[in-house]
């Protein structure tokens, strides 16, 4: 277990739209050199760098032409090199996004693949035997190459996915077991594009789509998990201080697989979504734990949070995310005091968290967007960041219609210059809170977490993280529970008072007490 996990504060920087330093309109890597000191600033000493692969751009960059060059509009791949060396002056650790399942269809590996010819590559992909056999149930791209036969895609039509094997054969002809030397071949190139970029001085990767390597797989995902147990042997014997965090959502089972954490994520019914983005399926109410009508439940979360965290004590981690480029951001849910709370939360909580760009000024959720690069429902996540009152809000000097994407142009729109003269900011109240962190290690990521007071459909909800306890209401309500613990507060979202073995707890507040 890399040791630097243990206070490690992620920042999710969405390269194209973070800081253009050419005047084109597009973010690059130059420009967040420019900007490492304001992540310094915020109390981030990591950061995961969403996709820079040369890629055709039809999924945002999830779409690699070449695992081994930077794109052009981003740099070069010295560019990258010296982001990497610069952070690390810094004190900032740098995760580049990996993306293990599919590739462009304008790979080279592909396009070797596709050709009626037989050659290295042609198991490197998930073909048919022929052009007429289409099997419903996958979904699989027709008629439209050199070769007889028809390849899997794992989502948009210019990802096909590549070959790790089949758990459950159905179409022995043409689905190979993953022990198959084609399969093998695939993990092995998996594990030196990881070489080649943690040679150069990357400190890891965030694994896009991590459990979906193996084809015919449900539950547990056995096969899956062993191909990352072997990668994570890999790192062990040859980069032991580099991470992998997984997009999962299943942290029991991620780990147990060798990811050093997991992230939680916005899905049905489970504990992130209802802890902060919950609605009424039929009215559109907000039920989540932080919504501040008190119609949340706790113990929902809990039920699920307590028993992955049984699971993964002492393998990993999970990690909280304040949200990431494929949700609308926190401010389409909740208003400026409530995500105070959940910035609050998340960066008191056990596990590595993540703070993604322009949440920490509260940025807008830019709905209606015309989609960009495959964006669609997630393109108003992925607008540009908000520095200041120049033009453009400080991201580019290009003229508007150049854009990545517009900026929000409305009279209130939040930047980073407006928020660090507001005491009362988002900005101000989460490097405080960000600070308390670092500052003690009960508040890190291998602190305990112990349940003081949690009550089905009540508030406040209370825990405890070593010498520290902290009490949360989130509803517009004063809130009151029983308490029989004396501290000092030593940080505090609105107000709450402790005596007669009560806490009496303010209206949207949150107190953090060291005993």
Request: hydrophobic share 35%; charged share 25%; aromatic share 12%.
């Amino acid at each position: 277990m890399p040791n630097w996990l243990k206070d490690a504060v992620f920042y999710e920087i969405y390269p194209q739209t973070f800081c253009d330093s050419n005047g084109d309109g597009i973010g690059d890597i130059n420009g967040i050199i420019s900007k490492l000191d304001y992540v310094q600033s915020l109390g981030c000493n990591a950061i995961w760098l969403n996709p820079v692969y040369d890629s055709p751009f039809m999924d945002a960059g999830y779409d690699v032409r070449n695992y081994y060059q930077v794109a052009e509009r981003y740099g070069t791949n010295e560019d990258l090199k010296r982001l990497f060396e610069i952070a690390h002056e810094k004190g900032i650790r740098i995760l580049l996004d990996l993306v293990p399942g599919h590739t462009s269809d304008q790979n080279e590996w592909f396009l070797k693949s596709k050709q009626a010819e037989k050659n290295e590559f042609s198991g490197r992909y998930i073909w048919t035997d022929c052009v007429w056999e289409a099997p419903p149930q996958y979904r699989l791209l027709c008629g439209i190459t050199p070769r007889d036969g028809n390849y899997m895609v794992n989502y948009f039509s210019s990802q096909p996915a590549l070959n790790y094997g089949f758990n459950k054969i159905t179409h022995p002809s043409w689905q190979k077991k993953t022990d198959d030397p084609d399969c093998i071949a695939t993990v092995e190139a998996l594990k030196d594009i990881m070489r080649f970029w943690l040679k150069m001085g990357c400190d890891g990767f965030r694994v896009d789509m991590a459990d979906s390597l193996v084809k015919g797989e449900d539950g547990e995902k056995p096969e899956t998990c062993k191909i990352w147990k072997n990668v994570r042997a890999m790192l062990d014997k040859e980069f032991p201080e580099a991470a992998i965090i997984s997009e999962w959502c299943n942290p029991k089972v991620s780990i147990n697989a060798g990811f050093h954490s997991d992230f939680y994520l916005d899905h049905d019914n489970n504990g992130y979504r209802i802890l902060f983005r919950e609605k009424d399926g039929k009215t559109g109410e907000c039920k989540a734990v932080f919504g501040k009508n008190g119609k949340g439940d706790i113990t929902k979360f809990l039920d699920e949070y307590l028993d992955d965290l049984k699971g993964t004590k002492g393998k990993g981690y999970i990690s909280f995310i304040t949200c990431n480029h494929d949700m609308p951001r926190v401010t389409a849910y909740l208003d400026k005091q409530a995500i105070k709370l959940v910035n609050a939360f998340i960066f008191t909580m056990p596990g590595v968290p993540f703070l993604y760009y322009g949440d920490e000024i509260g940025m807008r959720f830019m709905d209606g967007l015309t989609s960009k690069e495959g964006g669609f429902s997630r393109t108003g996540t992925r607008t540009p960041m908000q520095w200041n009152g120049s033009v453009n809000c400080g991201f580019s000097s290009a003229p508007a219609e150049k854009l990545y994407l517009p900026v929000d142009t409305s009279e209130n729109a939040v930047t980073v210059e407006k928020c660090e003269k507001d005491p009362d900011s988002i900005l101000n109240t989460l490097r405080k809170v960000i600070d308390l962190r670092h500052s003690n290690e009960d508040l890190q990521s291998d602190g305990d977490f112990e349940v003081v007071y949690s009550e089905k459909n009540t508030y406040p909800f209370i825990f405890k993280r070593g010498n520290f306890i902290i009490a949360v209401n989130p509803t517009e309500k004063i809130q009151t529970a029983p308490f029989t613990y004396s501290g000092k507060t030593v940080f505090a979202i609105g107000s709450a008072e402790a005596k007669s073995s009560q806490l009496t707890m303010q209206p949207q507040s949150l107190v953090v007490m060291k005993l």
